[in-house]
């Protein structure tokens, strides 16, 4: 059994419990900016990995870099432990992966246009219901005619296809409106121009290499650079929903664990639910119900409760509240709200003291080991063992270049997929065509074509030497002329291409 992490200490002197065997039922930090949700946050990554549990965290401001190294000289944090007494505090430096979806700030990280499904591309685009309908259609083609959806010039090929072909699919399945064709069309190019296009392709993400160990048996924290990627919000938070989904549908059923398999933490957590639709929601609440079985823990960090949907924030047992501000009545409501999601102490005006609040000091409740929500408490935060704030840039490409991951993510692979296929389809009929028309076409005395026979087949007179002279200069034409067509031909599928899928390679 692992030993329980420490949180947060009261000024009397009580010491605040995280469970590990509780951790998988999930978690919520919550608090204005400024408050200190980001080193809560660390502090919590570095308590599971010393317990073994490998973590996953998206850093949306490079604050968090600092993992990897040791910590030490930061004046307000040796106060704080100086201040709780701490037993056995010791500066140190865990074990991290850096990931970057542009594969600048860490190793590339992908995923495939098929592995992600029309739903959460859909959620990516901003379809209404009539464009995500159309655009899973485009999914169930590919499907069924054996067309692998991998990267962006894929998807745009096959909805392409299908805006072209329309009338062939409209028997099998369904309506597909040419509207709707153009809004998915424009919405990939949106994405595209977002940087989106560096997301979808091969290799993929392997779950497994996020579940990781070092040889002193701490768990590795993978760190995503999220601050360029947090641009184009919808990129950032469908890439977190797939990573989710794609964990609750590849990692076995494990019950009740002594401590998690591994934690995620989705900081921004609003973004994963503003304007989603709502069977997207219900499929989040589904795998965040769902998602402990498999020993996985997600907690959510965002500025308020009320950010969470409530049938998601049902399910997060643990939770950190730092401070709220209760500037407006909209605000006031929102203290109130979030006040009322604890578990009761009689002691303590819960409200009042959401708004008094320092840095560093929260609200905390946690699930005992009967799986019920602690009384809540009014603590300050336990500080973080390793450096609070960025490493530099030397250090972070250190790391990069020592993982043991280094090269096998770097280089993209393009293997032949739903875009070669239908451009190779589109060259063939093209070919067809040209010789259909060459075999329909009546010779041309005149012309190239004649001018060069004359000059090589001569005025035959029916002799050996006359008729050898005319094949050769039959030969010579042919092939000339096959030189020229070949030419223009590949001229015409470019610019047919062009425009048919989404540009050249």
Same mark, same amino acid.
């Given at each position: 059994?692992?030993?329980?992490?420490?949180?947060?200490?009261?000024?009397?002197?009580?010491?605040?419990?995280?469970?590990?065997?509780?951790?998988?039922?999930?978690?919520?930090?919550?608090?204005?900016?400024?408050?200190?949700?980001?080193?809560?946050?660390?502090?919590?990554?570095?308590?599971?990995?010393?317990?073994?549990?490998?973590?996953?965290?998206?850093?949306?401001?490079?604050?968090?870099?600092?993992?990897?190294?040791?910590?030490?000289?930061?004046?307000?944090?040796?106060?704080?432990?100086?201040?709780?007494?701490?037993?056995?505090?010791?500066?140190?430096?865990?074990?991290?992966?850096?990931?970057?979806?542009?594969?600048?700030?860490?190793?590339?990280?992908?995923?495939?246009?098929?592995?992600?499904?029309?739903?959460?591309?859909?959620?990516?685009?901003?379809?209404?219901?009539?464009?995500?309908?159309?655009?899973?259609?485009?999914?169930?083609?590919?499907?069924?005619?054996?067309?692998?959806?991998?990267?962006?010039?894929?998807?745009?090929?096959?909805?392409?296809?299908?805006?072209?072909?329309?009338?062939?699919?409209?028997?099998?399945?369904?309506?597909?409106?040419?509207?709707?064709?153009?809004?998915?069309?424009?919405?990939?190019?949106?994405?595209?121009?977002?940087?989106?296009?560096?997301?979808?392709?091969?290799?993929?993400?392997?779950?497994?290499?996020?579940?990781?160990?070092?040889?002193?048996?701490?768990?590795?924290?993978?760190?995503?650079?999220?601050?360029?990627?947090?641009?184009?919000?919808?990129?950032?938070?469908?890439?977190?929903?797939?990573?989710?989904?794609?964990?609750?549908?590849?990692?076995?059923?494990?019950?009740?664990?002594?401590?998690?398999?591994?934690?995620?933490?989705?900081?921004?957590?609003?973004?994963?639910?503003?304007?989603?639709?709502?069977?997207?929601?219900?499929?989040?609440?589904?795998?965040?119900?769902?998602?402990?079985?498999?020993?996985?823990?997600?907690?959510?960090?965002?500025?308020?409760?009320?950010?969470?949907?409530?049938?998601?924030?049902?399910?997060?047992?643990?939770?950190?509240?730092?401070?709220?501000?209760?500037?407006?009545?909209?605000?006031?409501?929102?203290?109130?709200?979030?006040?009322?999601?604890?578990?009761?102490?009689? /002691?303590?005006?819960?409200?009042? +003291?959401?708004?008094?609040? !320092?840095? =560093? $000091? @929260? %609200? &905390?409740?946690?699930?005992?080991?009967?799986?019920?929500?602690?009384?809540?408490?009014?603590?300050?935060?336990?500080?973080?063992?390793?450096?609070?704030?960025?490493?530099?840039?030397?250090?972070?490409?250190?790391?990069?270049?020592?993982?043991?991951?280094?090269?096998?993510?770097?280089?993209?692979?393009?293997?032949?997929?739903?875009?070669?296929?239908?451009?190779?389809?589109?060259?063939?009929?093209?070919?067809?065509?040209?010789?259909?028309?060459?075999?329909?076409?009546?010779?041309?005395?005149?012309?190239?074509?004649?001018?060069?026979?004359?000059?090589?087949?001569?005025? /035959?007179?029916?002799?050996?030497? +006359?008729?050898?002279?005319? !094949?050769? =200069? $039959? @030969? %010579? &034409?042919?092939?000339?002329?096959?030189?020229?067509?070949?030419?223009?031909?590949?001229?015409?599928?470019?610019?047919?291409?062009?425009?048919?899928?989404?540009?050249?390679?």
């Amino acid at each position: 059994m692992s030993e329980p992490i420490l949180v947060a200490k009261n000024t009397a002197g009580h010491e605040i419990y995280l469970l590990p065997q509780m951790a998988n039922r999930h978690g919520l930090i919550t608090g204005a900016t400024g408050t200190g949700k980001t080193v809560t946050l660390q502090m919590l990554a570095e308590s599971f990995s010393r317990i073994g549990v490998p973590v996953f965290l998206s850093d949306i401001k490079g604050d968090l870099s600092g993992l990897g190294k040791i910590g030490g000289g930061n004046a307000k944090i040796t106060a704080r432990a100086g201040q709780l007494e701490l037993e056995n505090f010791a500066h140190r430096a865990y074990p991290v992966t850096f990931w970057d979806v542009f594969g600048a700030m860490g190793h590339p990280l992908r995923a495939t246009i098929s592995d992600m499904g029309p739903l959460l591309i859909g959620r990516m685009l901003n379809l209404n219901e009539v464009q995500q309908g159309v655009l899973s259609l485009v999914f169930k083609i590919a499907d069924d005619n054996g067309l692998l959806l991998l990267d962006l010039k894929d998807l745009r090929a096959m909805v392409q296809h299908v805006g072209d072909n329309a009338a062939d699919f409209t028997t099998g399945y369904g309506n597909i409106s040419t509207a709707s064709i153009g809004a998915i069309q424009r919405g990939l190019l949106q994405i595209e121009t977002q940087g989106g296009e560096s997301l979808f392709g091969e290799p993929m993400l392997n779950i497994a290499d996020l579940m990781q160990t070092d040889s002193n048996g701490y768990g590795t924290i993978n760190i995503l650079a999220a601050d360029q990627l947090m641009t184009s919000p919808k990129v950032y938070s469908t890439l977190l929903l797939w990573l989710l989904s794609d964990m609750f549908e590849n990692l076995p059923e494990a019950g009740d664990l002594a401590k998690p398999r591994l934690v995620l933490f989705f900081d921004e957590a609003h973004l994963l639910f503003n304007d989603a639709p709502e069977a997207l929601l219900d499929k989040i609440e589904q795998v965040v119900r769902l998602i402990r079985s498999k020993g996985v823990g997600v907690y959510f960090v965002t500025q308020n409760p009320a950010d969470v949907p409530d049938k998601v924030l049902g399910q997060l047992g643990n939770r950190i509240q730092h401070a709220l501000r209760a500037f407006s009545p909209r605000d006031q409501k929102a203290v109130k709200a979030a006040a009322e999601t604890m578990r009761d102490n009689p /002691g303590l005006d819960e409200a009042a +003291a959401i708004t008094e609040l !320092g840095v =560093g $000091e @929260a %609200l &905390v409740s946690c699930l005992d080991d009967q799986g019920r929500p602690g009384i809540v408490e009014r603590a300050l935060i336990v500080p973080p063992q390793a450096q609070v704030g960025p490493v530099t840039d030397a250090g972070r490409k250190a790391i990069i270049r020592d993982s043991l991951l280094a090269g096998h993510y770097e280089k993209a692979v393009d293997r032949e997929s739903a875009y070669e296929i239908l451009k190779g389809r589109a060259i063939g009929k093209q070919a067809e065509a040209a010789a259909r028309q060459a075999a329909q076409t009546p010779p041309d005395s005149g012309g190239i074509g004649g001018m060069l026979g004359s000059i090589f087949g001569g005025g /035959g007179n029916g002799s050996s030497r +006359a008729d050898n002279r005319q !094949g050769i =200069g $039959e @030969a %010579l &034409v042919k092939s000339a002329a096959r030189s020229i067509g070949s030419a223009v031909g590949r001229q015409i599928v470019r610019g047919v291409l062009g425009s048919l899928l989404g540009g050249k390679r």
